[in-house]
């Protein structure tokens, strides 16, 4: 399409009498000075008629990307309670008012997952994505299966991005060092404790009270 400022451009110039236009005005601010000198004068005119008629592709403006942060992770379920591959789960939890379109939003690094259209979470709500939908499903928070694949046992990276591709989060969790080892196969989840700080940092992070965890729902030692 034809450049839509060219009109405005063209009756700025018209209403300046030519042999100003030949000496140059000084204006501040004025979105017609184009070629940098500091006034409006007939090379700016010059720029506007070399583009003229030229189809413009502007991409929209891109807003800020909604935040969401890892709260649980169910990496190696307890014997007792069943098999990874139909208790394994991680929960993302979006702490702003207003609910978040997930459409074309991904878990990547350790996991593979887009999130199809019509997938959402609320605002101040939780999220599960699991190896087995049917296991968490009908509980009153969205469900979501991760497909093929699960989370290691002993840790690894997972991020979640916006259709953008930007990292909004990602947490290195693990099961030794200073990381709670209780969530590896003892039955707990291990749990976000609080949301400032670096996700990946241990202490960010404890076993759950609850065997299982707490998809879902406010984690067990929620300290925020």
Do not use: K
Not at 3 to 23: E, G, R, Y
Not at 39 to 62: Q, R
Not at 150 to 158: A, F, Q, T
Not at 166 to 193: F, I, N
């Amino acid at each position: 399409m034809r450049n839509p400022f060219f009109l405005s451009l063209l009756v700025s110039f018209i209403l300046v009498p030519l042999t100003s236009l030949s000496q140059g005005i000084p204006l501040v601010g004025c979105p017609t000075e184009l070629d940098g000198d500091g006034v409006v004068g007939m090379s700016d005119l010059l720029i506007v008629l070399a583009d003229f008629g030229t189809t413009c592709d502007v991409p929209p403006p891109v807003g800020p990307v909604p935040v969401l942060h890892f709260t649980e992770f169910h990496y190696n379920p307890a014997s007792v309670q069943g098999s990874d591959s139909d208790y394994e789960f991680l929960e993302l939890y979006n702490p702003d008012t207003a609910a978040i379109d997930l459409e074309g939003w991904s878990l990547t690094e350790g996991l593979s997952f887009t999130f199809p259209p019509g997938a959402q979470i609320s605002g101040g709500g939780y999220l599960v994505v699991t190896a087995s939908a049917v296991t968490y499903s009908g509980l009153g928070y969205p469900v979501y299966d991760w497909g093929s694949g699960g989370l290691h046992n002993s840790g690894e990276l997972i991020a979640i991005r916006a259709p953008n591709g930007q990292v909004v989060e990602s947490v290195t969790y693990s099961d030794a060092g200073d990381w709670d080892s209780a969530p590896d196969g003892l039955g707990p989840s291990l749990e976000r404790l609080f949301l400032s700080g670096d996700a990946s940092s241990p202490g960010q992070w404890s076993a759950s009270i609850n065997v299982g965890g707490t998809p879902g729902a406010t984690n067990s030692l929620w300290l925020d």
